[in-house]
């Protein structure tokens, strides 16, 4: 049984840029939620998807998107970054909406 | 309003010594409750939960306690290790379309030799 995986590990984009995070869920695990994590916080919930659908989203604004593909593998968009946008991105998949929660080791990203 | 927080943003334990790390939560309607371990460069490991119809649960060296009168969490570390030290975030888990977890901001957990 594999646990999540998230890629890249580290990332330095510009402001401005886009950029696409991935994520592979947990074998079985059919939901993942992303969450945002700056420096010295708790993670901060973005959104999450069940069966390839958005399930609920936090307060980030729609430059923040997301896809869940049939293998329930998903990816992280973020348009026009910003400088405050630079955080460690983590993946957590599950089983169902309300599953225990199986964390990846994020993906850090600066913004310059 | 949303808010999972915690007294202390750091805590150092002597070896051998067991440890406290508390939370406070605010929302009464949440019905789950996680405690997970942060070393640096990894993501949250799972330690331990609990449901809201349960005061304690205990699993190897960790028990945590769930007050609901006062909405406070605790974690206990039994005989703490070199290993332990990370950072602790409790996490809240609300029943609401996504049932989302909010976590508190961390506790910083050094063991002392």
């Known amino acids: 049984e594999t646990g999540v995986t998230q890629s890249p590990t580290h990332l330095i984009k510009t402001r401005g840029q886009q950029v696409t995070l991935r994520c592979s869920s947990q074998s079985g695990h059919n939901t993942v939620s992303w969450y945002q994590q700056a420096l010295g916080q708790g993670p901060q919930f973005i959104f999450q998807y069940y069966r390839e659908e958005e399930n609920g989203r936090g307060n980030f604004p729609p430059r923040f998107s997301g896809l869940q593909f049939p293998n329930y593998s998903s990816e992280l968009n973020v348009n026009a970054l910003e400088l405050d946008d630079s955080a460690l991105y983590l993946c957590?998949?599950?089983?169902?909406?309300?599953?225990?929660?199986?964390f990846g080791s994020g993906t850090r990203l600066t913004v310059v | 309003g949303e808010s999972v927080g915690l007294h202390l943003p750091t805590l150092s334990v002597q070896e051998g010594d067991n440890s406290i790390i508390n939370c406070a939560y605010s929302?009464?309607?949440?019905?789950?409750f996680i405690w997970y371990k942060q070393e640096s460069g990894k993501g949250p490991q799972f330690i331990i939960d609990i449901r809201s119809n349960m005061d304690k649960r205990q699993g190897q060296r960790v028990t945590v306690l769930l007050n609901k009168t006062v909405k406070h969490l605790s974690l206990q570390i039994a005989a703490t290790q070199p290993g332990d030290s990370a950072v602790y975030f409790c996490a809240e888990r609300r029943k609401t379309g996504a049932q989302k977890l909010v976590f508190g901001q961390g506790t910083r957990l050094t063991i002392n030799p």
């Open positions: 957590a998949s599950s089983l169902d909406t309300g599953g225990g929660y199986t």
């Open positions: 929302n009464s309607a949440s019905d789950y």
